[in-house]
């Protein structure tokens, strides 16, 4: 009797050892790769281990399982013997609820609840352990794996092999990276802007063509001068009998260059060519033509040929940061504070702007700009003075220049200090 209890400390080695398999498991699958790959460029020899160990995973984790089923059914064997030499034959039984036990709190909840919280700590503590455990089951794992190819192949080959991870998975990552403090608010829409950049299309960015200052080619010098002094433009296109029909890019240099020389300006003369471009051209494929070109001005126009806007490389990077101030757009603010929850808005800001600046979510299938959207909500041609609710955004079309809204206010206080 007094040999059987030489059974026990080989019993709790073996426990021992499913808990060390079980928490290499989690912590190998957990850790956080960025991490070690910063480690790592640091010459921590142990991080660069279990990036190593990362590059096969497959054969990582088999190698982890074969180990821990070898402890699990040697400890559970052991356990019957021991248990039926002193319980005869209710020794299975017994040995069979006391392994349960026993594997269940020290050979897997533990082990793996450490780890989950210290995955960094424990990965490099057991990557070197781990990787000569890999290398010796390697002949196995390999059988197996091609084993486990073979019947996944025969039960999924019609089934499409998805993406490790999606844009939405992604999204949501970084998500979480912001409310875990990982990541500040600004990287975050920095983050989104980009993963945004590829779907926004040129309708989307574009000046529209009522708000596009162009030039007459026939106009006079005086003509010119007044109209480079009032808007300040580096380049202008320039159209024959009508804006549809633009034949050129003025540059304001070309114009100075032939003031410091003393001649008279002919617009067909230094009129530089213009490059069109549709309104469903996509953001990252017009920066590319721009930059390939050495421009920063396109004319994007509709279906028929028409002008539908101007798209300037700086509309195209704000897309991607945000929006770019020129000593210009400091004297002209698009969004002007007048008092608390009181604001004069550009009418032409686009929706998804205006709910960056103000962190909303409006939205609208119909209109672009927020003064789009006010036209929607009043469901007509607007008048100055008129006035809108939206939730508890209080909208008021504060000037109109004929048909067109110059001027747009809107009212953020709680409805009880804002009234119609």
């Known amino acids: 009797m007094e040999d059987v209890w030489f059974y026990i400390p080989i019993v709790v080695i073996l426990i021992a050892l499913s808990g060390f398999f079980s928490s290499s498991e989690t912590a190998l699958t957990s850790v ?3 991490r070690l790959r910063q480690r790592a460029t640091e ?7 279990v990036l190593k160990l990362l590059e096969k995973p497959q054969d990582v984790i088999s190698s982890i399982l074969i180990g821990n089923n070898i402890v699990n059914i040697a400890s ?45 700590m424990i990965s490099r503590k057991v990557a070197k352990p781990i990787s000569r455990i890999t290398t010796i089951f390697k002949p196995v794992v390999f059988l197996l794996t091609a084993l486990s190819g073979l019947v996944t192949k025969w039960l999924f080959s019609h089934v499409d092999e998805a993406p490790t991870i999606t844009e939405e998975e992604f999204k949501a990552l970084v998500e979480v990276g912001e409310e875990e403090g990982v990541l500040q608010r600004e990287e975050r829409a920095y983050i989104d802007n980009v993963l945004d950049f590829s779907s926004a299309t040129a309708s989307d960015m574009m000046k529209p063509r009522t708000s596009v200052v162009a030039l007459d080619v026939e106009a006079t010098e005086e003509e010119i001068f007044e109209l480079l002094k009032d808007n300040r433009y580096s380049r202008i ?6 804006i549809d029909h633009i034949i050129g890019i003025l540059y304001m240099k070309d114009v100075v260059r032939l003031l410091a020389q003393g001649e008279a300006i002919c617009l067909r003369e230094i009129l530089r ?6 309104e469903s051209a996509v953001a990252d494929r017009i920066f590319r033509e721009l930059k390939a070109r050495n421009l920063s001005i396109a004319v994007v126009v509709d279906e028929y040929a028409g002008t539908s806007g101007i798209i300037t490389m700086e509309d195209i990077l704000e897309e991607l940061v945000g929006n770019i101030d020129d000593e210009y757009d400091l004297e002209n603010s698009a969004v002007i504070f007048l008092e608390s929850g009181v604001y004069l808005v550009d009418p032409e800001l686009r929706i998804d702007e205006i709910n960056d600046y103000f962190h909303m979510s409006l939205e609208s299938e119909k209109s672009d700009s927020i003064g789009g959207f006010v036209i929607e909500l009043l469901d007509r041609i607007p008048k100055q003075g008129d006035v809108v609710r939206y939730g508890d955004i209080l909208f008021t079309v504060n000037e109109m220049q004929g048909l067109k809204m110059t001027k747009l206010k809107m009212d953020l206080r709680p409805e009880s200090q804002s009234a119609l």
């Open 273 to 278: 060519d213009p490059y069109f471009i549709g």
């Open 237 to 242: 296109p320039v159209y024959e009998d009508s």
């Open 43 to 49: 010459g921590d020899k142990k991080s660069m281990t």
């Open 32 to 34: 956080n790769q960025i």
């Open 76 to 120: 559970s064997a052991v356990a019957t013997v021991f248990f039926t030499q002193l319980f005869g034959a209710s020794g299975p039984v017994v040995a069979t609820v006391v392994m349960t036990i026993l594997v269940l709190i020290f050979g897997e909840v533990l082990p793996k609840t450490a780890a989950q919280q210290q995955p960094e």
